[in-house]
């Protein structure tokens, strides 16, 4: 079921999805404490160069998504005319400026990329800008009959439909019959994996039980992000505290995400959970508020314990402690140290911010070539408060490593961090 973009019911319109506050804090060209320190020269911000990881994705991914989002909506032909010119735009021109009639061009107005080539400029700025185009060319924010249409709601349809997903949930009912630190494992680790976009709820006791979902973890510090939460640990006056979690993908990775709040929630770890969405589509999978309801649908729609823990997220949601928010800046073309003020607070206020898949660690860590054995904690001094990324890798961003663990990776297979086949648990308390 379609659901139109929404944030409490209404329908979103540019002007909601991007107020100043989504940029003003995050001024291109302005303050950049990651630069003042000279980091451009030791951890050059990712542009498309020729050969890339980057370059594949602007060169390849994009054109091939505009194809298949054509195929999979039968958009009327002024649409199809404006996939083509940005289909042009993309592979032979340089970046132009949004239609001055597209609700909220004002708020792209200063950005300072436009006549350059999308190869030259910072790749998260030129992906971010793209699928702001791409909903652009397909009237997603204009008053209309398209307006709030999602263009990838096939794809994410689909996902979640697929019988995958009704053989993953099953197996939910066999986790009450694992000891309950093998139960925060099986959990923690099905959300990361989820990341590469399947479940990873196949549940089996004991450590060797989760075969190459552990041998591929290149860091876990899950331990230290489980004493963050450890209920038995003196709490501040109230007990515990809120998590914020922000999500990525719709369907086979935010399934396995909200099973994991339930489980932070009955378990005393967390008295609430933020969940983060985007105000709209983006990224193809990335989640949106209608996304997370056709979720909960699914939970509930489904048999056994998956149905049970879909109740209690309706409950949660209704009695305020399943929190859902869809701050703009979640689709700000920017990194994390450019969050305005208002969602500063929101993370410095949370026991810890959960940090979820590839795209958030990119802005989490500046999307800069670091070298990979800089420190986590290095990388995100400036964020506010205890913060954990769960990822799979599938670009070349990567920090935290031990120097040991980056020797064997690199005599390893070359692909190793765009493939997927591994990830990471990093936390900075
Ligand atoms: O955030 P996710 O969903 O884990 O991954 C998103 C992502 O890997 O896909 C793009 C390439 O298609 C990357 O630029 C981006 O980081």
């Known amino acids: 079921m379609k659901r139109p973009s929404q944030d409490n019911g209404r329908a979103l319109t540019d ?25 451009q020269d030791r951890a050059p911000v990712v542009v498309g160069t020729p ?12 054109t091939a ?40 061009a004002d708020r792209w107005r200063d950005e300072p990329y436009y006549g350059q080539r999308w190869a030259d400029v910072p790749f998260l ?23 709030g249409i999602d263009p990838f709601a096939p794809f994410k349809n689909a996902e979640l439909a697929g019988s995958k997903v009704d053989d993953e949930l099953s197996a ?29 709820f196949q549940l089996s006791a004991g450590e060797g039980g989760l075969g190459d979902r552990v041998q591929g973890l290149v860091v876990d510090d899950s331990d230290a992000l489980w004493e963050i939460l450890a209920t038995e640990k003196p709490r501040g ?61 699914r939970l509930t729609g489904a048999s056994g314990r998956a149905a049970a823990v879909g109740e209690r997220l309706r409950d949660a949601v209704g009695d305020g402690r399943l929190i859902l928010r869809s701050h703009p800046f979640s689709c700000a073309p920017h990194p994390y140290d450019r969050m305005p003020a208002d969602l500063r607070e929101d993370f410095a206020s949370a026991t810890v911010t959960v940090m979820k898949g590839d795209l958030n660690y990119r802005r989490l860590v500046g999307d800069r070539h670091w070298p990979a054995t800089t420190p986590f904690a290095e990388a ?7 913060v954990a990324a769960l990822r799979t890798l599938k670009c070349d961003v990567v920090t935290g490593l031990a120097p040991g663990t980056l020797a064997e990776l690199d005599a390893g297979a070359e692909s190793w961090r765009t493939s997927g086949t591994h990830a990471l648990i990093q936390v900075r308390s």
């Not at 909601?16 to 404490?33: I, L, W």
């Not at 050969?51 to 994009?62: I, P, T, Y």
């Not at 933020?274 to 979720?295: F, G, M, N, R, W």
């Open 125 to 147: 700025w030129a992906e971010s800008f793209f699928y702001r185009k791409l909903l652009a060319a397909l009237g997603h924010f204009t008053p209309g009959p398209w307006l």
């Open 65 to 104: 998504l505009i194809e298949r989002v054509r195929r999979a909506t039968p958009y009327p032909p002024a649409h199809q005319r404006a996939l083509d010119a940005l289909l042009d735009e993309i592979t032979k021109g340089s970046i132009e400026p949004l239609d001055d009639a597209e609700p909220g």
């Open 172 to 200: 939910l009912d066999r986790l009450p019959a694992l000891p309950p630190h093998e139960q925060d494992r099986t959990l923690l680790l099905s959300s990361l994996w989820g990341n590469r976009a399947d479940l990873g």
């Open 51 to 62: 050969g890339s990881f980057a370059r594949g994705v602007l060169d390849e991914r994009h």
């Open 237 to 297: 006056p109230g007990g515990p505290g809120k998590v914020c979690l922000v999500a990525d993908n719709a369907g086979p990775e935010l399934l396995p995400d909200l099973v994991l709040a339930d489980h932070l929630l009955a378990t005393g770890r967390a008295a609430s959970v933020a969940l983060h969405l985007k105000p709209y589509p983006y990224y193809v999978s990335d989640a949106t508020t209608a996304d997370t309801l056709a979720c909960l649908d």
């Open 15 to 39: 002007a909601d999805a991007e107020t100043p506050s989504a940029h003003a804090a995050s001024v291109p060209g302005g303050p950049r404490t990651a630069d003042t320190d000279g980091s």
């Open 380 to 386: 995100t001094a400036y964020f506010p408060g205890p």
